[in-house]
């Protein structure tokens, strides 16, 4: 054991360690029904090591504490709920597989979990079919992202300054950005959803976009 | 492609909807002009952000047992072999990270208590001390799939690599790896076989060799 191991880690904070649904029932696994409570203070990036391990208890750990985060990306961006679990399993076998990638100075586990949830769940859209999305689902999904801090609370303060971003957004631009950003539509596709010429689907999102940054770059100036 | 064009096209590459063609053309531009990099860089926490709005919702019941079973970390009876799992990660090269990064404001969790403290099962957690101070704790799970996980601040220290070792009953250490601090801060975790009857501590050491801070962990 004279060998320095190689691990991954950087300047990274102990955060996100949130039991999103503390009072859910755990599921039954034997001898593993505390360790909701054990693993409960551990640091996300510690349980993303141990899972690599293979240790049936931190995977446990791991997925009770991400998957209505995993899920829910999932279920946002298909609308289908039998897909939005596929994915979602998906989601986690590919950072058990690819543990070792995570680089905290890009952004937090959850996040990086985020990502990949969103990237499988637009390939998915993609491989099933082209589908403009329903303006009532649009609605109620924009809805949602800018409901008030009163109504849900957000991860972190990024969220919350992203959120007050886009709700000060024109609806037109909101729903564009949207549209290209969420359920990962195309310009054209954006353009035939809203009837609208491509350049002005284009223009909805770009503008849409940098609004956003400036007010990002705004607060953070703060 | 040159930056004016790149500048138009820079959302739409940013949130991952450039069409294939465009695309390429935007990514090699991209490589040889750092200014439009940065541009696109910014724009593209734009679609992070966004990502972090999606609201939660609860997998259906079942959910997961069967992820758990999927990685092939379902519980068994008996001693499993040592089968550590990180040549797979070697080929990934394309992880599902969209382009440019999906950097997202991280959350700092309320300072743990300073008291170490033995969990359930192999767990263990320790204050990192320095001092008479804690500047950060470690954690290590047992077994022949174990891991040692520390996270550390040291407001002040700026130098680096610092060194993981775990001290045995007898006074021996081992190192286990080593890690940056950045302004002071820094984190490492890695698979590692650790025995909790003869771990009885952890030192992190400089690059000179000092000793920064040190952790008891509790006997049983």
């Known amino acids: ?222 | 492609m040159e930056c004016e064009r790149l500048r138009e096209q820079g959302a739409e590459l940013a949130l991952g909807i450039l069409p294939a063609r465009e695309r390429a053309e935007a990514v090699a531009h991209l490589d040889r002009c750092p200014d439009c990099r940065e541009h696109v860089e910014r724009l593209t926490a734009v679609g992070d952000g966004l990502l972090a709005l999606l609201p939660d919702a609860e997998p259906p019941v079942g959910f997961e047992s069967r992820v758990v079973r999927a990685l092939g970390a379902a519980p068994a009876a008996k001693p499993r072999r040592h089968r550590l799992r990180l040549a797979a990660a070697a080929v990934a090269a394309t992880v599902a990270c969209g382009f440019g990064g999906w950097a997202v404001g991280t959350v700092v969790e309320g300072a743990p208590s300073s008291v170490s403290r033995r969990t359930d099962g192999d767990l263990r957690e320790a204050a990192l001390v320095s001092g008479g101070h804690e500047v950060g704790r470690i954690f290590t799970h047992g077994g022949d799939r174990g891991w040692v996980y520390m996270s550390v601040e040291l407001p002040g220290t700026d130098r680096g690599p610092v060194r993981c070792l775990l001290v045995h009953a007898d006074g021996s250490t081992v190192p286990m790896g080593s890690f940056p601090l950045k302004d002071g801060y820094g984190y490492w975790g890695a698979p590692a076989p650790v025995d909790p009857t003869t771990v009885t501590g952890a030192r992190l050491v400089g690059p000179d060799g000092s000793v920064l801070a040190t952790a008891r962990f509790p006997t049983s």
């Open chain 1, 1 to 222: 054991m004279g060998r320095e191991r190689i691990g991954w880690g950087d300047h990274c904070v102990a955060g996100n360690c949130c039991q999103r649904n503390p009072f859910r029932a755990p599921e039954r696994i034997p001898g593993m029904w505390r360790m909701g409570l054990s693993f409960g203070r551990v640091p996300d990036e510690a349980l993303l090591t141990g899972l690599t391990t293979g240790d049936p208890e931190l995977a446990v750990a791991f997925v009770r504490r991400f998957q209505s985060t995993v899920h829910g990306v999932a279920l946002a961006v298909l609308g289908d709920a039998q897909l939005a679990e596929d994915v979602a399993q998906q989601t986690f076998e590919r950072a058990w597989r690819h543990a070792q990638m995570f680089d905290s100075r890009r952004g937090s586990v959850r996040a990086w979990l985020t990502t990949i949830a969103h990237n499988l769940a637009i390939d998915a859209v993609r491989a099933r079919r082209a589908r403009p999305v329903a303006p009532e689902d649009l609605d109620a999904l924009l809805g949602s992202m800018t409901e008030t801090p009163e109504r849900r609370a957000l991860a972190d303060d990024n969220a919350e300054r992203v959120r007050r971003a886009v709700a000060e957004l024109p609806r037109e631009q909101a729903r564009a950005l949207v549209m290209a950003g969420i359920y990962g539509m195309t310009a054209w596709e954006v353009a035939e959803a809203e009837h609208i010429p491509l350049g002005t689907a284009k223009t909805r999102i770009r503008t849409g976009t940098r609004k956003v940054r400036a007010l990002l770059e705004t607060e953070e100036r703060r």
